[in-house]
């Protein structure tokens, strides 16, 4: 009995000692996660010019306000305009900007209303300081801009009734007066920046007056209505769960079907450009288009110009990591996990056969008159081969098995995986012109159509290191687990491939 | 014993031999190493972490096999180092992620084209071949490890464990496989070519042009090439090399010339300090004649003074006797003259 | 020819302590060379006292 | 003369049967290093090649047995007769540490054996170390000279006495001339390890601050070692207290000065390489410890210590300077290297290295004793008083 309990004491004694010095062992790294705070928590506070704070920054939980002040309505805090219309300026932007008297202005706010309420004995905040300028670490403050793609904006379009100029605006030049003109409409980006100067309001305050105001209305009205709270719009989790039409007719801003893509003065083939398809893959129009919605050219030139910060129509269309570019988002497209496996394999810049695929166009000087519309064939994906001598199920790779035994690649499976992923892509289907193709990506330099020749002709024994050519086991393991990793599967040990041999068996089977 | 053929100033000599050269050889020339030399890219973006190349290490350095089987994972929980058992170790500096594959470096010593190793040893154990490999000699080493404390990459390792006959024990890169035209063990058992054999310059030009064919693949620098003065065994990552156990942004300066910099004073002390001690002493020796002579100066007026008012008493002595003896003298002439007259008036009397 | 500051260091660093070494112990005859006379004249003198 | 307390009352005393354990032990474990190597006797890593030893028993020995060059240097070459009766005394600590640091050395070392390699069998003269063996060697020499014409009078032998004598001059010309190349260099071999000491303490003036602080570890000893000795030989001592206190005033004058420009020198370092921003780390505030509470502020004790003619004040600071060479060295060799390093990878002493240290202090200590109890070093010989 005794015993026994000393032996549980000492296994106890070891193990903790075990555990310690696994502890000790394992490398330490600083796991500090960050504090996260709910999109609905305005954090004020204000630094100084050294970039100092007196004391910790409020964070102000908007939501708890709202519900508090429910009856009260929003003007009880925000400013309201001529009409007695709240506008949801940040108080920070109002008149002043000098850090002492916005810091007066919102402990008379905040302080003075609460004591009011404690006053009528009202349930009430704190009028402390230590009470809302609390000590803690420094939070993330989890707020994602308002994504406005096209199903949101068609939801609107349906709800104003096609009139446009329930939001879209403009200044007369003339007039010098905000209206509606028709078929110009721009982001409102294109004018409201992060300045706010009285006069024209910084993207934030116009956003928040215009939409707020307007969904206060409608809810007044009992017309069902967006959000008037911030997680409404700034909160990921209810920006992903939002309903997004399946089908809902184009954003129509006169703009072209398809168009040829062209540069004055440039000497390429011109590219014949899908712009509706290209809609249906982007989900706002500032995805190519910046700010406003210019054609390219107009401000990419040839040389660059101010207009387009010297960016120029070569960089502007081809440059790989702009991630509004052609090229750069379809590398990043090419990027997804199910493309990788032979997409990070391909060298940069690509080569130049490639260039042909979008300026497959004709080839001016001068942009004539006319051209026809540009014809965009579908491409389809030609049926894969039977299984056979040319399109082997499985390959046995024991060339070069030595201490681990030979290694049976599921060949079909492959293949049938990536034939699959390219047929249901349209884009896939276009650039890879056919499945051909595909097999390149591990039969590379092979033409298509033909039987690709054994790895070992080109990767012979330790490869050649003048051109990078790897030797033919260094080939096997590169292509296969560069492959895995590139599309996380798993199997990237020694021992998923092939077995630890016993007898090494070395027959020579062409992969 | 090798020890026979080797004699004092060995270093100097074989330098000495060297000497044609070092006309040229003035403190603005710059060193490009061994033209030719061989050395190894290690391609981290390659690495899968097998550990083969340990494995195979030990096979041709003959060393006990490794403890834990090749492709366990297991052995990444704690960071390894090279010992007197390992000359090669891999580590994982970034775990895998969902996305992401691990991330391992292989580290053994790094053969320096500048070795630091060989600039501290005061017996010049080590020497940079031609083909690379910087080589160790234990038949002169004292065992101070002033070597393994001033590797910049943790690469030496010692055997603490021997009494008798301790030695500084680290990677050859396979020089006697290099001789016989054959590749670093561990290059040859790599699976996945992350290590590549060759000559130096060219690995650097492969390495490059890897960059240049992959730039979101790889941080646009090849680790090696000048760190220190640059090194055998070059480096590629994909990640900032701080991150990866290696240094980030180090000087190009070869740690020999920092170590070595003060050494260029001592002859300077030698020559200058018998000259300007000697002066010091000389000038305090100076200051002690001098005071001695100020004494021995005031001493001898002194006396000097004494004996002059001496001399004055006695004069005056003497002329104060010599006025009292003519007074005499005149006293006793005119007493005469007076006594003669009256004997001479008595006389008349008579008559 | 060098090839390696390392050996341009062993050669020059090596050779510069033979020659300081040369002179240090030059310095000495060099020394008493230098003062011979004047301690003599200073014997002489302290005879002449 | 000869006859002391210490022998009349036998050789069992309190102090003897101390030593004899501590030399027993520590004699035992030096053997255990040399039949089973040093992993069974050090906690020396791969990572951490030099250890206590290094940086005590070397690093901070040599500092210590300054005193033989600063004080023989200032009563031959700068005339300052009235230091005298330090000399010898000096001289002796400076040899007995010198032979001390060879002793640790000895035991350091993988191949003690092959010591004299570097200059019989191959020499690496790009090397510090190499630098600082053949200092050590000549100024080892050069101190035991120096130290014979005590011996020589024990022994009576006045023609060799004489001879030796008259070389003096070059004996301490040589000496300084050394002292000054070795205690330099030992700072210049963290040169070669700028990846790896605090950038605090690694500087390109480190060989200067080693030597400057040399100097002041040379007077605080012999101010620390000459009031031990006044404590415990008292009877040997013939120099009044007067004159004693006198000297140790004085001497506290030379300290203030030199620990003052050291204190300049270091804080110019650091200006050098623009390395203020390490003073707010952890590792500044430990530099912050050294320099203000081990430099500047014995300094300020001597100057009081001097002004006041303080000398109890004096031989306070005197020791207390004593203690921050000796942080000082520790913090460049052991505490500030690898400091970057995650704790499990640091060095921290194995016992018996630290009982090997005290087993060689001990020793020398023993021999000090043993000298003095004889010799005339704490007395002029009466046959040659006021000579030479």
Redesign the interface.
């Known amino acids: 009995m005794i015993t026994g309990k000393r032996h549980t004491e000492c296994f106890l004694l070891c193990l903790s000692g075990l555990a310690f010095l696994m502890a000790a062992g394992c490398e330490y790294e600083p796991v500090e996660k960050e504090r996260q705070v709910p999109s609905s928590t305005i954090v004020l506070g204000i630094e100084s010019a050294d970039g100092e704070h007196q004391r910790p920054a409020v964070e102000f939980d908007h939501a708890l306000h709202v519900k508090a002040r429910s009856g009260e309505g929003c003007g009880e805090c925000h400013d309201t305009d001529d009409d007695k219309k709240p506008v949801f300026n940040l108080v920070t932007s109002a008149a002043t900007d000098d850090r002492d008297d916005i810091m007066d202005m919102y402990h008379a706010q905040c302080i003075g209303c609460h004591q009011e309420l404690e006053e009528e004995g009202a349930e009430s905040g704190p009028s402390e300081c230590g009470r809302c300028h609390i000590e803690q670490p420094g939070g993330l403050v989890v707020r994602s801009p308002a994504s406005f793609d096209y199903s949101l904006h068609y939801r609107h379009v349906k709800a104003a009734k096609e009139d446009c100029g329930t939001c879209h605006h403009d200044k007369d030049e003339k007039t010098s007066e905000l209206r509606y003109f028709k078929g110009q409409e721009k982001s409102c980006s294109y004018c409201h920046g992060e300045e706010d100067d009285g006069k024209k309001l910084s993207l934030q305050n116009a956003s928040h007056r215009a939409c707020i105001s307007c969904h206060l209305d409608n809810k007044e009205k009992k017309i069902e209505t967006g959000p008037v709270n911030c997680e409404g719009c700034h909160d990921i989790a209810k920006i992903m769960s939002r309903e997004k039409l399946s089908e809902f007719p184009r954003v129509s801003r006169n703009q072209p079907d398809k168009v040829w893509l062209y540069v004055p003065g440039a000497m390429s083939k011109m590219v014949p450009f899908n712009h509706e398809l290209h809609e249906t893959l982007t989900e706002f129009c500032s995805d190519c288009h910046h700010r406003d919605l210019k054609k390219c050219s107009e401000c990419h030139t040839l040389t660059g110009k101010e207009d387009g910060q010297w960016i120029t129509m070569n960089e502007a269309f081809h440059k790989a990591d702009a991630s509004s570019s052609c090229v750069g988002c379809h590398k990043k497209a090419a990027g997804r996990r199910e493309c990788s496996g032979c997409h990070v394999s391909l060298p940069e810049p690509p080569s130049e056969s490639l260039c042909m695929y979008c300026h497959s166009g004709p080839q001016f000087a001068e942009k004539p008159q006319t051209m026809p519309m540009p014809a965009l064939p579908e491409v389809n994906s030609e049926a894969l081969p039977d299984a056979g001598v040319d399109f082997p199920e499985k390959v046995i790779i024991d060339v070069i098995a030595k201490e681990y035994g030979p290694s049976d690649l599921p060949h079909g499976k492959i293949v049938r995986g990536l034939y699959k992923t390219i047929s249901e892509s349209r884009a896939a289907r276009r650039f890879h012109g056919s499945t051909g193709l595909m097999c390149t990506g591990c039969h590379h330099n092979t033409p298509h159509g033909t039987r690709p020749a054994p790895c070992r002709s080109c990767h012979a024994g330790q490869g050649d290191p003048e051109k990078d050519m790897p030797g033919l086991k260094h080939a096997y393991h590169r292509q296969c687990i560069g492959c895995h990793q590139a599309m996380q599967n798993k199997a990237q040990g020694c021992e998923d491939c092939h077995k630890k041999a016993s007898k090494a068996s070395s027959k020579e089977v062409s992969p | 014993m090798k ?1 026979s053929r ?1 004699g ?5 000599a ?3 031999a ?5 006309a040229k ?1 003035a403190g603005h ?1 710059k ?5 030719g030399s061989f050395g190894l890219l290690h391609d981290t973006t ?1 690495c ?1 972490g ?1 550990r083969s190349c340990e494995a195979a290490c030990r096979e041709v350095n003959n060393l006990p096999p490794v403890e834990v089987p ?2 366990d ?1 297991d052995i990444f ?3 390894r ?4 058992k390992a000359y090669t170790v891999v580590n994982e500096y970034r775990k895998a992620t ?2 992401t ?1 691990a991330v391992y470096r292989k580290h053994q010593c790094m053969h320096c ?4 190793c ?8 080590f020497t ?1 071949t ?1 083909e690379g490999p910087v080589l160790y000699d234990p038949d ?7 070597c ?3 590797c ?1 990459y ?1 690469a ?8 008798v ?2 030695r500084v024990v680290r990677c050859t890169m396979c020089y006697p496989r290099i001789k016989k035209g054959l ?1 670093p063990g561990c290059s040859d058992a ?4 992350a290590i ?3 000559k130096r310059k ?2 650097i030009k ?1 390495a490059r ?2 960059i ?6 790889y941080v646009d620098h090849v680790f090696g090439e000048h760190e220190f ?1 640059g090194t055998s065994w070059l480096t590629l990552a994909g990640m900032p090399f701080g991150q990866l156990g290696l ?1 980030d942004g ?2 190009h300066t ?10 260029s ?3 300077l ?3 200058i ?3 300007l ?2 002066g ?2 000389a000038f ?2 100076r ?2 004649a001098l005071a001695l002579k100020e004494k021995n100066k005031a001493v001898a007026d002194t006396l000097a003074k004494a004996d002059e008012e001496t001399k004055k008493k006695l004069a005056d002595a003497a002329a104060r006797a010599a006025k009292d003896k003519e007074r005499a003298v005149n006293q006793a002439v005119k007493k005469a003259g007076a006594e003669a007259k009256k004997a001479a008036e008595k006389k008349e009397d008579e008559k | 020819m060098m090839h390696t500051l390392f050996d341009f260091l062993t050669f020059t660093k090596g050779s510069t302590y033979l020659v300081v070494a040369v002179f240090l112990i030059a310095f000495i005859p060099f020394w008493l060379f230098l003062t011979e006379r004047q301690e003599k004249q200073s014997t002489v003198r302290a005879k002449k006292k | 003369m000869n006859e002391s307390p210490s022998e009349r009352t036998g050789i069992i005393t309190p102090f003897n049967v101390i030593a004899a354990v501590i030399l027993a032990v520590g004699a035992v474990i030096i053997l255990i290093r040399f039949v089973k190597g040093l992993g069974a006797t050090t906690n020396l890593t791969h990572t951490n090649p030099w250890g206590l030893w290094i940086g005590f028993d070397v690093m901070t020995g040599v500092a210590l047995a300054a005193g033989g060059y600063v004080t023989s240097s200032a009563v031959y070459l700068f005339g300052m007769k009235e230091y005298k009766p330090i000399v010898r005394p000096a001289i002796l600590t400076g040899f007995l540490g010198y032979f001390l640091v060879v002793v640790g050395l000895i035991v350091d070392l993988g191949r003690p054996w092959r010591l004299p390699y570097p200059f019989v069998v191959q020499a690496g003269p790009t090397s510090a170390l190499f630098e600082i063996a053949l200092c050590v060697a000549l100024y080892l020499t050069t101190l035991f000279v120096e130290f014979t014409p005590a011996a020589f009078e024990w022994l009576g032998w006045k023609r060799w006495r004489k001879v030796v004598v008259s070389m003096t001059v070059a004996l301490t010309i040589f000496g300084l001339l050394l002292s000054t190349l070795h205690q330099s260099t030992l700072g210049a071999m963290y040169l070669a390890t700028p990846t790896k000491l605090h950038p605090l303490w690694h500087s390109p003036y480190i060989p200067v601050h080693f030597f400057v602080s040399s100097i002041a570890a040379g007077i605080s000893m012999v101010i620390f070692e000459s009031m031990l000795s006044h404590r415990v030989f008292g009877h040997l001592v013939e120099i009044s207290h007067v004159q004693f206190d006198n000297i140790t005033v004085g001497l506290a004058k030379a300290g203030s000065v030199v620990l003052a420009v050291y204190f300049a020198i270091k804080v110019t370092g650091i200006s050098l390489e623009d390395k203020w921003h390490y003073l707010s780390t952890p590792m500044g505030h430990w530099y912050l410890l050294e320099l203000l509470g081990f430099v500047l502020l014995p300094c300020i004790l001597f100057a009081v210590g001097f002004r006041e003619k303080k000398t109890g004040l004096i031989r306070f600071a005197g020791a207390w300077t004593v203690i921050g060479i000796i942080l000082n060295r520790l913090n460049v060799s052991i505490i500030a290297f690898n400091w970057q390093l995650p704790p499990d990878e640091r060095y921290v002493p194995h016992w018996m290295e630290i009982w090997v240290t005290i087993t060689i202090v001990t020793f020398g200590v023993v021999v000090f004793k043993w000298i003095v109890n004889r010799m005339p070093i704490l007395y002029e010989h009466p046959d040659y008083r006021g000579m030479h």
């Open positions: 020890i080797r004092f100033l060995h270093g100097m074989a330098a000495g060297l000497a044609t050269g070092t050889a020339r060193f490009d190493g061994y033209p390659l899968v097998c090749v492709g994972k929980r704690k960071k180092r090279t010992t007197e969902e996305t594959p084209n500048e070795p630091c060989a600039s501290v040893c005061f017996v010049k154990a940079k031609p002169v080493c004292v065992g101070c490890r002033y393994v404390m001033a910049p943790y030496l390792a010692y055997e603490y464990d021997d009494p006959t301790p590749n790599c699976p996945t070519g590549v054999f060759g060219d690995l492969l042009d890897r240049a064919r992959f730039p979101d693949r003065g240094h180090a000087t070869p740690i020999p010339e920092m170590a070595t910099s003060y050494l004073v001592v002859p002390i030698v020559t300090y018998p000259g001690l000697l010091m002493y305090t020796k200051k002690e």
